[in-house]
């Protein structure tokens, strides 16, 4: 089931400075942000065998939505940089780009394996269309 994580954020006139590398409960192998996405554009639509993700928005809107076996549908919107969401291995995926401009940064547990990738769409998912 997914969580969402505060992370360590730091306000000062200067601005505010978050902290990720102690907020993320799982040693991270891979960073990979997507950006350039037209709004409404959505993206995922998968879970996964191993990996777990950390997801988090420095700029824009993107709402995570998905399901997790024996659980009811959710949906997170990341519009907060100082917030992450936790994605489990078993917690089928997709986000939904809401604002021009949107940077989704993506922190993952395991390398790139396109073999722990799950893209059935687990009962009482909605259609990614």
């Known amino acids: 089931m997914p969580a969402l994580v505060h992370l360590t954020t730091i306000t000062e006139p200067r601005g505010r400075l978050t902290v990720i590398e102690k907020g993320i409960p799982f040693p991270v192998k891979r960073v990979f942000y997507t950006y350039d996405v037209p709004e409404g554009t959505v993206r995922g639509g998968h879970r996964h065998k191993k990996n777990r993700t950390a997801l988090m928005v420095p700029a824009g ?3 995570v939505s998905g399901i ?3 659980k009811a549908p959710w949906t997170y919107r990341l519009d907060d940089p100082a917030i ?3 994605l489990e291995p078993e917690d089928w995926h997709r986000m939904t780009f809401v ?9 993952a547990s395991e390398e ?5 990738y799950i893209y059935d769409v687990p009962v009482g998912a909605q259609s990614s269309e």
């Open 61 to 63: 809107t993107c709402e």
């Open 84 to 86: 992450c969401l936790v």
């Open 99 to 107: 604002a021009p401009g949107t940077i989704l940064l993506c922190l």
């Open 68 to 70: 997790t076996p024996g």
């Open 112 to 116: 790139y394996d396109p073999e722990d």
